[in-house]
């Protein structure tokens, strides 16, 4: 039995739906994150499972416990907030002892469990700084060391990065990993940062308009994204409108709209006459000025309508001669140079038949 | 760094409040330090500065030796720091509910309730006390209520005006809304994730109220405190109305002074004595705030 069951949630505010039959089960040790665009209803879901709003419809079930009716400071989670919510009246060990005292801890023992959790986030000797003393890194650590002192079942992280600057975001994302395996908590973690998802999580919900549209582990949800909305949401994706034209064991053809006929992948044993979109990501794409023939190779020639330089990648937008675009991923490895084409050039674009899949509407 | 400019700048921004100072508190304090080491007049009022015949300064600290010699009148000041006491706590204690209750609703409805708070000001102050008068007045239908209840039970009768009592409910009446509004200033701006994160943590309603809440209020309590302790220990209408002979306050004997007795240099040590120990209580109110901060 999972740790966390949420089953069937459905959450109105009027006669919006902000959580639409929401249905998760999270195991016991997961780092499990919830990733959708601003507004999908990522902190209403959090905030159910912390207890501050309860469920229109549907139960949250923690370790075999329907959670219905029972408040946060009785529930066994703990949560770190997008601002933090340090106190500011306290310094930073009374912050992390709060949990501590509430749970009624031998004030003897208090002084040591706080200054090993201070230690477990690289804090040694900030504990008589207040938190406006702190900057945004050290802040996020004192609210993570505060909610898991007591060791919680399960802790709530809603986008804590958000605040930090990239370069900070890295190096705490690694500790953030390293701290969740040492620990063994549960981690569900909110983010409108599919890379931020990406790099962390061992398992990734992708939620839009209230709605999961897919479960699954970063490779899968990147690779093989079950629909248009996952596809587009993570990572860059060409979506190539087709239709199947036939399916013969992995492989099938599709007739892609104003490109021709394409061999891709059959994954789901689609039938022909479906309609949908191949998902093709642009890094699958060798663009180059004359491909060699290979029949598992998709090849059209095209002219490279625009580029964008980005330092270690350069992405070309290909279109071909029915007018679609293609987008094509190069790095930029060779020595010396720092692009490989220019707008206009004249060049071919081809992919494997296992590099895209096909997306049905 | 010190330049020209910036000199001027901090002329320009300080000068006006440090001249409303000395103007309105520096100077009249000077004026009553001096009046209070003068000798009364024939007739009341100042004896002139120079003295006549000689022609040299003509003064004398006995106005404090009589002070000092009278125990009546620091029993005086003891009992209406006892009154303001009693009723700055009882105004925390009504205020605060009052405050978080404003501070917690509907920011639409918010400037409503303060408006409702500092209502009673647009009537006239003397006005508002003589009402509770007659509330508090032997043929009031309340007292007369309570009285009966009081019967039935088996105890004598009480009047309510001219006592303590009554002194007490005018200045906390008339004091609340001082309370009231540094209260919800300071209660509006607390961030409300910090009672989610404390309840999250597991803090129950009694835990967040007085581990969180409470603690960032206290500088809204403290300046709610001053605006209340101080004008009460001074005033002398409210006992005047209110207190008959019992519940005079230090107030009421100052104007006295003044007005009545027309002993300029005493009510000048009264007001003397009134003055160090309303700043001395203001510097120490100031000093804990901030041991409590660090
Ligand atoms: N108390 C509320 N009353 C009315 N609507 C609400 C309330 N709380 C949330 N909503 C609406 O529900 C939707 C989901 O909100 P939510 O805060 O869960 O989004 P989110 O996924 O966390 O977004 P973000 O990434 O911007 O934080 C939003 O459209 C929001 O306007
Ligand atoms: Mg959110």
Redesign the pocket.
Known sequence: MALLEIRNVTRR??D?T??DNVSLSIEAGEFFTLL????????????MIAGFDAPDAGSIVLDGKAMTGIPPEARNIHTVF?SYALFPHMTVAQNVAFPLKMANVDPGQIGKRVEEALEDVRLTGMDKRYPNELSGGQKQRVAVARALINRPKLLLL??PLAALDAKLKESVQLELIGLQKEVGITFVY?T?DQSEALALSHRIAV?NH?RVEQVDEPSKIYGFPRNRFVADFIGQCNLLDGEIRACAGERMTIALAGIGDVVALNIESDAPGLKGALALRPEKVAIGRDLPKDADVNRFTGKVHDFLYLGDVTIYIVELAGGMRIEALLPNSSAGRTKFFEAGDEVQVGWRYDAGHFLND | MATPQNRLHKWLIGGPPLAYLVVFFAIPVLIMVLASLRNSGDFGGLAPLFSEESGTLDLTTENYGRFFSDLIYTELFLKSFAYAAITTLVCLVIAYPLAMLIARSAKKHRDLLVLLVILPFWSNFLIRVYAWMIILGPQSVFVSALNRVLGTIGIEPVTLLYTPFAVIVGLVYVHLPFMVLPLYANLEKHDPALLDAAQDLGANAWRRFWRVTFPLSLPGVYAGAALVFIPALGIFAIPDILGGTEGIMIGNVIKQQFLDTRDWPFGSVLSMVLTVMAVALAGLAAWVARQSRT
């Open positions: 505010f009027g919006f902000a959580v959708g665009p601003s507004g999908c209803g990522k902190t209403t879901l959090l905030r997008q809603d986008e909110v409108h939620m209230g």
